[in-house]
């Protein structure tokens, strides 16, 4: 319909914006043109991969999610190492604890990039967090990526805990 109203440059964005933030950043020329209306920053396996140690991970799945005791076995994917289990649920009673991570770089994430990991984000963000990144597509896009895209495999590492029924 652009182009035949006479518009020059037509993209599609095949599966949208999700799939623009799973790409390395690397493999897209247009990356910068990308204007987010949120405060907090999305990052996606590949740039999360290059991040140093100065970031404290916030895993917002259940207890038992985070355990690796959810009675749907497929959930139970290990955690990355040294992240803190806060559950989206228990957020708001863990403000004091999350004050110490007030001017630290910040990882929230969850199981597959759903709803609670963006929720806490915006939480922590409207509450002066100036420095919070959620993980696109969570862990499991994280596993995924490494297992599946040739020179990622080092990703695998940041995991731990991933029992063997799942690895």
């Excluded at 790409?23 to 949120?38: A, G, K, W």
């Amino acid at each position: 319909m652009f182009s035949e109203k006479g518009f020059m440059n037509v993209s599609v964005l095949i599966e949208g914006i999700s799939r623009w933030l799973y790409t390395d950043p690397l493999q897209i020329n247009c990356r910068n043109e990308y204007v987010s209306p949120v405060q907090y920053k999305i990052v996606n396996a590949f740039s999360f991969g290059t991040w140093k140690q100065n970031y404290v991970a916030i895993d917002v799945r259940s207890s038992e999610e985070f355990n690796n005791n959810h009675k749907d076995s497929w959930r139970n994917i290990g955690a990355l190492r040294n992240a803190v289990n806060i559950p989206f649920s228990d957020l708001n009673d863990f403000s004091d604890q999350l004050q110490t991570y007030k001017k630290m770089q910040i990882l929230i994430y969850d199981f597959s990039g759903g709803n609670d990991a963006y929720a806490a984000a915006k939480m922590l963000s409207a509450n002066g967090f100036k420095n919070v990144n959620v993980l696109a597509g969570g862990l499991f896009n994280l596993r995924w990526t490494a297992a599946n895209i040739k020179g990622q495999r080092n990703l695998a590492k940041l995991v731990t805990g991933v029992p063997e029924i799942n690895q």
